[in-house]
């Protein structure tokens, strides 16, 4: 595979009659143009580490997959494909099927949650495509209990924004902060009570709640005017990134997240988090649990949540071990779960048909 990526950057300035002789891909193409939220930041990452390595990457939303028709087709163009673009799957080639995630009707709706399963089983069955899961937790509901055939497991990249380097003077950091959607599957109405319970101990101390959605009334309303609690809607990933970097703790408490790239951004950035001790982002740095990365449990009570807050407060200093979500690492991850249609180096069309 290293062999196979240092070669990438010279098929960029060859034809791709030389990149097809090789083995490895004349384009990449990817689906997730229009997404929005981690969906959107896992194309942007994707992108850039396949443009690090020297592909012409195209990114195209999932209702214009159609369009491609003859790159669906062409066994020399590796498609990642999301969301609904996953319906094209038993008609493409050379294609890595992205589950990012297992459906809930308890939220999504029998008919949506119908049709991601249905979209699932298209892609597991395709012999042209391959199916891939963001962790091993949406990898286990995935087997276990829809009974589907999961090829591998990549977990997502970071937003290239992400990994730049930090300033040399750090910022004061007096913040707890909620990044996601105001929505009742991620239980932000159960944090913020313990989140005032803290800011009344740490004077100075203030919340930020970034993010939009139907539960914003509510939690309006459990924050009673508290002007140490500000409501900052939906920002820009570079918006996020910086207050990020003035955060002393990020907390979250969806306990079926399916990997959890806030978590990722916000330990990338020097913050401490509090999460639930449940959901894909355990795997993300599994030796920073009970130190930089303290754990409430699922049953979020109001003291148990208060109690990871005032731990990941004064939690000690920590490196995060972030490598492996680098754009280019989880590029080349693809890249290796592309090789399935790959003999000897050099690829078979007619391999995984």
Known sequence: MTAMVSRASTASSSSAEQAMQHGYPSKVLIT???????????????????????????????????????ELRDPYVLKILSTTAL???????????????????????????????????????????????????????????FGLSVDTVIHNPM???????????????????????????????????????????????????VGDGPLRPALERIAAGDERIEFLGALTPLEVRDRLRRTRVFVSANAA???GIVYLEALSQ????????????????????????QLFPVSMSRAEVASALRKALVA???AAPLAAYSPRSVAEAYLKAGSRFCARGKFHPEAGQ
């Open 32 to 70: 997730g143009g229009h997404e929005v939220g981690g969906v959107h930041s896992f194309t942007e990452g994707l992108r850039a580490g396949f443009v690090d390595l020297g592909f012409e990457v195209e990114v195209v939303s999932p209702s214009r997959i159609w369009r491609h028709w003859r």
């Open 87 to 145: 319906f094209a799957a038993p008609f493409s080639l050379r294609s890595v099927c992205v589950a990012h995630g297992f459906p809930c009707a308890a939220h999504q709706g029998w008919p949506r949650t119908l049709a991601i399963l249905a979209a699932y089983r298209l892609a597991a069955a395709s012999r042209g495509a391959l199916l891939a899961v963001v962790s091993e937790y949406s990898a286990l509901h995935l087997r276990e209990i």
């Open 159 to 209: 937003h290239p924004l992400f990994m730049e380097a930090k300033p040399e003077t750090e910022t004061r950091r007096e913040a707890i902060t909620y990044v996601g959607r105001l929505h009742s599957a991620k239980n932000a109405h159960r944090l913020l009570p313990a989140i005032r319970d803290v800011l009344d101990e740490n004077p100075g101390l203030h919340a930020w709640i």
């Open 257 to 259: 997240e399916h990997f």
């Open 270 to 293: 020097g913050c401490a988090v509090a999460m639930p001790a449940s959901g894909g982002g355990l795997e993300i740095a599994p030796d920073l649990i009970g130190g930089g990365i």
């Open 316 to 318: 000690a200093p920590w």
